[in-house]
Protein backbone atom coordinates (compact mmCIF):
# COMPACT_ATOMS: atom_id res chain seq x y z
CA UNK A 1 0.00 0.00 0.00
CA UNK A 2 0.93 3.61 -0.64
CA UNK A 3 1.28 6.05 1.75
CA UNK A 4 2.65 9.67 2.55
CA UNK A 5 4.61 11.30 5.18
CA UNK A 6 4.94 15.12 5.41
CA UNK A 7 7.68 16.49 7.79
CA UNK A 8 6.53 19.14 9.86
CA UNK A 9 2.96 19.86 10.18
CA UNK A 10 3.57 23.45 10.92
CA UNK A 11 6.22 25.67 8.95
CA UNK A 12 7.27 29.44 9.67
CA UNK A 13 9.30 31.71 7.00
CA UNK A 14 9.55 35.17 6.56
CA UNK A 15 8.44 36.85 3.81
CA UNK A 16 10.78 36.26 0.96
CA UNK A 17 12.69 33.56 2.22
CA UNK A 18 13.12 30.23 0.59
CA UNK A 19 10.00 27.86 1.20
CA UNK A 20 10.45 24.35 1.55
CA UNK A 21 7.65 21.72 2.39
CA UNK A 22 8.81 18.38 2.56
CA UNK A 23 7.12 15.02 1.04
CA UNK A 24 8.29 11.44 1.03
CA UNK A 25 6.25 8.51 0.18
CA UNK A 26 6.25 4.74 0.31
CA UNK A 27 5.20 2.72 -2.70
CA UNK A 28 6.93 -0.15 -4.90
CA UNK A 29 5.83 1.12 -8.07
CA UNK A 30 6.97 4.43 -9.16
CA UNK A 31 3.61 6.74 -8.15
CA UNK A 32 2.13 9.94 -9.19
CA UNK A 33 2.62 12.42 -6.88
CA UNK A 34 0.44 16.32 -6.04
CA UNK A 35 0.81 19.06 -4.15
CA UNK A 36 -2.28 21.16 -3.42
CA UNK A 37 -3.19 24.00 -1.55
CA UNK A 38 -6.13 24.65 0.87
CA UNK A 39 -7.04 28.36 2.54
CA UNK A 40 -9.39 28.34 5.11
CA UNK A 41 -12.96 26.74 4.49
CA UNK A 42 -11.89 26.25 1.21
CA UNK A 43 -11.69 23.03 -0.90
CA UNK A 44 -8.23 22.05 -2.19
CA UNK A 45 -6.37 23.14 -5.21
CA UNK A 46 -4.31 21.62 -7.23
CA UNK A 47 -0.46 23.37 -7.41
CA UNK A 48 1.60 20.64 -9.28
CA UNK A 49 1.69 17.36 -10.21
CA UNK A 50 4.19 14.79 -11.64
CA UNK A 51 3.36 12.16 -13.87
CA UNK A 52 6.12 11.08 -16.34
CA UNK A 53 8.62 13.18 -18.22
CA UNK A 54 10.97 15.83 -16.18
CA UNK A 55 11.29 15.06 -12.53
CA UNK A 56 11.39 19.18 -12.12
CA UNK A 57 7.86 20.34 -12.14
CA UNK A 58 6.75 24.18 -12.14
CA UNK A 59 3.30 24.93 -10.60
CA UNK A 60 0.92 27.91 -10.25
CA UNK A 61 2.08 30.46 -8.03
CA UNK A 62 6.06 30.07 -8.55
CA UNK A 63 6.31 26.72 -6.75
CA UNK A 64 8.32 23.77 -7.79
CA UNK A 65 8.85 20.38 -6.96
CA UNK A 66 11.39 17.78 -7.79
CA UNK A 67 10.84 14.22 -7.91
CA UNK A 68 13.45 11.86 -7.00
CA UNK A 69 13.41 8.43 -7.12
CA UNK A 70 16.45 7.54 -5.25
CA UNK A 71 14.92 9.46 -2.12
CA UNK A 72 11.37 8.61 -2.75
CA UNK A 73 10.81 12.37 -2.01
CA UNK A 74 8.74 15.00 -4.11
CA UNK A 75 9.57 18.56 -2.01
CA UNK A 76 7.66 21.67 -2.19
CA UNK A 77 9.70 24.89 -2.79
CA UNK A 78 9.17 28.68 -3.42
CA UNK A 79 12.15 30.91 -4.34
CA UNK A 80 10.65 33.56 -2.23
CA UNK A 81 7.53 33.75 0.18
CA UNK A 82 4.40 36.01 0.48
CA UNK A 83 2.19 37.09 2.78
CA UNK A 84 -0.84 35.07 0.55
CA UNK A 85 1.10 31.37 0.71
CA UNK A 86 0.01 30.84 3.86
CA UNK A 87 -2.40 28.47 3.70
CA UNK A 88 -2.13 24.64 4.44
CA UNK A 89 -0.31 22.03 1.66
CA UNK A 90 -1.26 18.81 1.02
CA UNK A 91 1.21 15.72 -0.75
CA UNK A 92 -1.18 13.00 -2.53
CA UNK A 93 -0.21 9.98 -4.27
CA UNK A 94 -2.03 7.63 -6.83
CA UNK A 95 -0.71 4.68 -8.23
CA UNK A 96 -0.73 3.09 -11.90
CA UNK A 97 -3.61 0.99 -11.74
CA UNK A 98 -5.04 2.33 -8.52
CA UNK A 99 -8.36 4.30 -9.65
CA UNK A 100 -7.20 7.32 -9.61
CA UNK A 101 -7.45 7.34 -5.74
CA UNK A 102 -5.45 9.79 -4.08
CA UNK A 103 -3.69 9.00 -0.56
CA UNK A 104 -3.09 12.50 1.17
CA UNK A 105 -0.21 13.28 3.80
CA UNK A 106 -1.22 15.27 6.81
CA UNK A 107 -0.69 18.34 5.46
CA UNK A 108 1.65 21.44 6.36
CA UNK A 109 0.53 24.40 7.42
CA UNK A 110 2.43 27.20 6.30
CA UNK A 111 2.96 30.42 8.02
CA UNK A 112 4.80 33.45 6.41
CA UNK A 113 5.54 36.23 8.64
CA UNK A 114 6.92 39.90 8.10
CA UNK B 1 -17.92 27.88 -14.97
CA UNK B 2 -17.43 24.29 -14.80
CA UNK B 3 -16.74 23.06 -10.79
CA UNK B 4 -18.04 21.15 -8.00
CA UNK B 5 -20.76 21.78 -5.65
CA UNK B 6 -21.03 21.06 -2.60
CA UNK B 7 -24.08 22.46 0.01
CA UNK B 8 -24.95 23.02 2.18
CA UNK B 9 -21.68 25.14 3.45
CA UNK B 10 -22.56 24.56 7.12
CA UNK B 11 -25.04 21.71 8.95
CA UNK B 12 -25.88 21.14 12.44
CA UNK B 13 -27.19 17.81 13.07
CA UNK B 14 -28.93 16.31 16.28
CA UNK B 15 -27.35 12.85 17.78
CA UNK B 16 -28.95 10.12 16.19
CA UNK B 17 -30.01 12.01 12.54
CA UNK B 18 -29.12 10.69 9.22
CA UNK B 19 -28.19 13.71 7.33
CA UNK B 20 -27.08 13.92 3.76
CA UNK B 21 -24.35 15.92 1.74
CA UNK B 22 -24.71 17.10 -1.70
CA UNK B 23 -22.49 17.12 -4.25
CA UNK B 24 -23.23 18.05 -7.75
CA UNK B 25 -20.43 18.40 -10.74
CA UNK B 26 -20.59 20.03 -14.44
CA UNK B 27 -17.65 18.85 -15.32
CA UNK B 28 -18.63 15.67 -17.37
CA UNK B 29 -16.17 13.59 -14.99
CA UNK B 30 -16.74 10.05 -14.58
CA UNK B 31 -15.25 9.37 -11.19
CA UNK B 32 -16.17 10.96 -7.95
CA UNK B 33 -14.74 11.18 -4.39
CA UNK B 34 -15.87 11.64 -0.76
CA UNK B 35 -13.09 13.15 1.66
CA UNK B 36 -13.32 13.59 5.35
CA UNK B 37 -10.88 16.27 6.95
CA UNK B 38 -10.15 16.16 10.57
CA UNK B 39 -7.42 18.51 11.97
CA UNK B 40 -3.58 16.96 11.74
CA UNK B 41 -4.90 13.83 10.00
CA UNK B 42 -5.15 14.85 6.53
CA UNK B 43 -8.13 14.05 3.81
CA UNK B 44 -9.02 10.55 4.25
CA UNK B 45 -11.09 8.93 1.50
CA UNK B 46 -14.92 7.62 2.20
CA UNK B 47 -16.34 6.59 -0.61
CA UNK B 48 -15.55 6.46 -4.34
CA UNK B 49 -17.22 6.13 -7.68
CA UNK B 50 -15.86 5.62 -11.28
CA UNK B 51 -19.30 5.03 -13.02
CA UNK B 52 -22.55 5.54 -12.94
CA UNK B 53 -24.64 2.94 -10.43
CA UNK B 54 -21.49 1.86 -9.08
CA UNK B 55 -19.11 3.01 -5.96
CA UNK B 56 -16.87 0.87 -3.93
CA UNK B 57 -15.67 1.95 -0.16
CA UNK B 58 -12.60 3.72 1.03
CA UNK B 59 -10.67 3.65 3.56
CA UNK B 60 -13.09 4.79 6.63
CA UNK B 61 -16.87 3.58 4.81
CA UNK B 62 -18.39 2.62 8.41
CA UNK B 63 -21.43 4.69 9.53
CA UNK B 64 -21.58 6.29 5.26
CA UNK B 65 -23.56 5.63 2.20
CA UNK B 66 -23.75 6.85 -1.19
CA UNK B 67 -25.43 6.58 -4.35
CA UNK B 68 -25.11 7.38 -8.27
CA UNK B 69 -28.15 7.25 -10.14
CA UNK B 70 -26.63 10.41 -12.20
CA UNK B 71 -23.32 10.95 -13.57
CA UNK B 72 -23.04 14.59 -12.25
CA UNK B 73 -24.20 13.52 -8.42
CA UNK B 74 -22.97 11.83 -5.47
CA UNK B 75 -24.91 12.23 -2.72
CA UNK B 76 -23.32 11.39 0.95
CA UNK B 77 -25.08 10.14 3.83
CA UNK B 78 -23.63 10.60 7.20
CA UNK B 79 -25.81 7.91 9.15
CA UNK B 80 -26.19 7.49 13.26
CA UNK B 81 -23.89 4.64 12.74
CA UNK B 82 -20.92 6.97 12.52
CA UNK B 83 -19.31 7.38 15.97
CA UNK B 84 -18.08 11.22 15.10
CA UNK B 85 -19.48 12.57 12.21
CA UNK B 86 -18.24 16.16 13.35
CA UNK B 87 -15.46 17.32 10.40
CA UNK B 88 -15.04 18.62 6.95
CA UNK B 89 -16.27 16.76 4.21
CA UNK B 90 -15.04 17.38 0.67
CA UNK B 91 -16.07 15.92 -2.56
CA UNK B 92 -14.10 15.78 -6.15
CA UNK B 93 -14.46 14.58 -8.90
CA UNK B 94 -11.65 13.24 -11.75
CA UNK B 95 -11.72 11.73 -15.14
CA UNK B 96 -10.97 7.83 -15.61
CA UNK B 97 -7.66 6.91 -16.94
CA UNK B 98 -6.55 3.61 -17.08
CA UNK B 99 -3.39 4.17 -15.66
CA UNK B 100 -3.85 6.87 -12.99
CA UNK B 101 -2.36 9.96 -12.30
CA UNK B 102 -5.42 12.16 -13.01
CA UNK B 103 -6.08 15.52 -11.18
CA UNK B 104 -9.00 15.85 -8.71
CA UNK B 105 -11.13 18.72 -8.47
CA UNK B 106 -12.36 19.96 -5.53
CA UNK B 107 -15.63 21.15 -3.62
CA UNK B 108 -15.88 23.94 -1.33
CA UNK B 109 -16.65 21.56 1.34
CA UNK B 110 -19.57 21.20 3.80
CA UNK B 111 -18.74 21.57 7.15
CA UNK B 112 -21.03 19.09 9.86
CA UNK B 113 -21.46 19.63 13.30
CA UNK B 114 -23.26 17.43 15.81
CA UNK B 115 -24.66 19.15 18.07
Same mark, same amino acid.
Given at each position: AQSVTQLGSHVSVSEGALVLLRCNYSSSVPPYLFWYVQYPNQGLQLLLKYTTGATLVKGINGFEAEFKKSETSFHLTKPSAHMSDAAEYFCAVSLT *? *? *? $?KLTFGTGTQLKVEL | DGGITQSPKYLFRKEGQNVTLSCEQN? $???AMYWYRQDPGQGLRLIYYSQIVNDFQKGDIAEGYSVSREKKESFPLTVT??????TAFYLCASSIVTGTGGAEAFFGQGTRLTVV
Open positions: *G *G *G $N | L $NHDSAQKNP
